[in-house]
């Protein structure tokens, strides 16, 4: 059964959240007061098959800005539509101004790979501000290792070198940092990189909440492969590496103070190995994602779009536990927007597909690789998910992240 909140009226009501005038609505009495004239015009659009038409497409886009803010908001930051704005809109026309870097800043993959003297070097960064430092299965240490090499791992890279830097409030106690930082060694051990650098700055009491700790990686990729978004062809097949959502519900269940029968930990993991079994095995992957902030549901939002790719998927096939849906279905959230931290999406062409499962499946972190989907050439940029009694719903970009600060 699927939270309410995620029910096809949540689409609607997400999408008209702005009235005539472009004014934010952000109270529950001005969001739903439009919402009944609206509906009954768009489901004409539906035709015989119950797809989605152009036509749906184009009246489901607002004309109106939906989110012009003077000020930097949570939702930022949560890898959803708002994150996008700012990195489409601020850092990318700005950053893109030297020559060359425009076109590797335009591939917006989760690393870039640099030509340098015959090397394909991939270079990538990632920032690790999660709350609380320690969950179930994992703390932001090992979180900061694993997520660094999981974004080289998406370009097909082996992962070589890591540096680490951190931002400490004062009063942090020494003992956590040292815990943290014999978590990151342990980690780095276990995906084969090594920490070679990094940095250290302290920030007054009560401004710096904790800790915060940035990754930078390099690692090297190897010739003939070629894994990036705009690689992704029609009719491409949509291949998970195993269950959804347990990092989020892991951190949500510290925060809300639940517990399971069935205890639920994070499924932080290095995905190098995985990938390189893939890839080893020959495997023609044309692209592929870890599913951190904003789960496979913007993992796939920003693939469809930079591919210009419909996707279908089949959300029978797509394995979440049963611990996940009913801690989702308590708190009201939807399994494919969860944060992972040791999964993957991988796109693959139709004739290796099973191959490319059966060669997952081999490994611990694959057992439950399954096809959920596959890429079409129609309705470009649409991730649309049928459900188990054939109805089809939406799978939009969220503007921000149903759970801020989980990694
Ligand atoms: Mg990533």
């Known amino acids: 059964?699927?939270?309410?909140?995620?029910?096809?009226?949540?689409?609607?009501?997400?999408?008209?959240?702005?009235?005539?005038?472009?004014?934010?609505?952000?109270?529950?009495?001005?969001?739903?007061?439009?919402?009944p004239?609206?509906?009954?015009?768009?489901?004409?659009?539906?035709?015989?098959?119950?797809?989605?038409?152009?036509?749906?497409?184009?009246?489901?886009?607002?004309?109106?800005?939906?989110?012009?803010?003077?000020?930097?908001?949570?939702?930022?930051?949560?890898?959803?539509?708002?994150?996008?704005?700012?990195?489409?809109?601020?850092?990318?026309?700005?950053?893109?101004?030297?020559?060359?870097?425009?076109?590797?800043?335009?591939?917006?993959?989760?690393s870039a790979v640099l030509?340098?003297?015959?090397?394909?070097?991939?270079?990538?960064?990632?920032?690790?501000?999660?709350?609380?430092l320690f969950?179930?299965?994992?703390?932001?240490?090992?979180?900061?290792?694993?997520?660094?090499?999981?974004?080289?791992?998406?370009?097909?890279?082996?992962?070589?070198?890591?540096?680490?830097?951190f931002i400490l409030e004062e009063g942090f106690e020494l003992d956590r940092l040292r815990q943290i930082v014999e978590s990151m060694q342990k980690a780095a051990e276990e995906a084969e990189v090594v920490i070679v650098t990094g940095d250290t700055k302290v920030v007054d009491r009560g401004k710096g909440d904790g800790l915060f700790v940035t990754t930078a990686g390099i690692g090297l990729v190897p010739t003939g492969v070629n894994i990036r978004p705009d690689r992704v062809r029609p009719e491409d097949c949509v291949i998970v590496s195993g269950d959804l959502g347990r990092h989020g519900i892991a951190i949500m269940s510290v925060r809300e103070g639940l517990s399971f029968e069935c205890p639920l930990e994070s499924d932080c993991a290095p995905l190098a190995g995985l990938v390189a079994t893939l890839l080893e095995a020959?495997?023609?992957?044309?692209?592929?994602?870890?599913?951190?902030?904003?789960?496979?549901?913007?993992?796939?939002?920003?693939?469809?779009?930079?591919?210009?790719?419909?996707?279908?998927?089949?959300?029978?096939s797509i394995p979440v536990s049963a611990a996940v849906r009913g801690a989702c279905e308590l708190l009201g959230l939807d399994p494919l927007y969860v944060a992972n931290e040791g999964r993957l999406v991988a796109f693959i062409p139709p004739e290796a597909a099973s191959r490319a499962v059966e060669c997952l499946r081999?490994?611990?972190?694959?057992?439950q690789a399954a096809i959920i989907g596959r890429c079409t050439a129609e309705q470009p940029g649409l991730v649309v998910a049928r459900g188990p009694w054939g109805t089809d719903r939406i799978i939009d970009l969220l503007s921000g992240e149903q759970m801020p600060r989980i990694c």
Not at 145 to 156: E, R
Not at 362 to 367: I, R, Y
């Open 115 to 132: 030509n340098l003297s015959g090397c394909r070097l991939a270079f990538t960064t990632d920032s690790f501000v999660v709350q609380p």
């Open 37 to 110: 004239a609206r509906i009954p015009r768009l489901m004409m659009h539906e035709n015989s098959e119950g797809k989605l038409s152009q036509g749906k497409i184009a009246a489901l886009s607002c004309p109106l800005p939906l989110m012009d803010h003077a000020t930097v908001q949570l939702a930022h930051g949560g890898g959803g539509r708002l994150m996008q704005q700012l990195i489409e809109g601020l850092f990318l026309p700005i950053f893109s101004r030297t020559e060359g870097a425009g076109h590797r800043a335009a591939v917006l993959h989760d």
């Open 282 to 316: 020959g495997i023609p992957v044309h692209c592929m994602r870890d599913l951190t902030r904003g789960g496979l549901a913007a993992a796939l939002n920003e693939i469809a779009r930079h591919a210009q790719v419909g996707m279908e998927l089949e959300e029978e």
């Open 1 to 35: 059964m699927l939270p309410p909140r995620y029910a096809r009226g949540e689409v609607f009501r997400e999408k008209f959240s702005v009235d005539p005038v472009g004014n934010e609505h952000n109270s529950s009495k001005n969001t739903t007061s439009h919402i």
């Open 135 to 165: 969950f179930p299965g994992g703390d932001i240490g090992k979180l900061a290792v694993f997520g660094t090499v999981n974004d080289l791992a998406m370009a097909g890279a082996k992962p070589i070198a890591l540096s680490a830097s």
């Open 362 to 367: 081999q490994h611990p972190l694959g057992k």
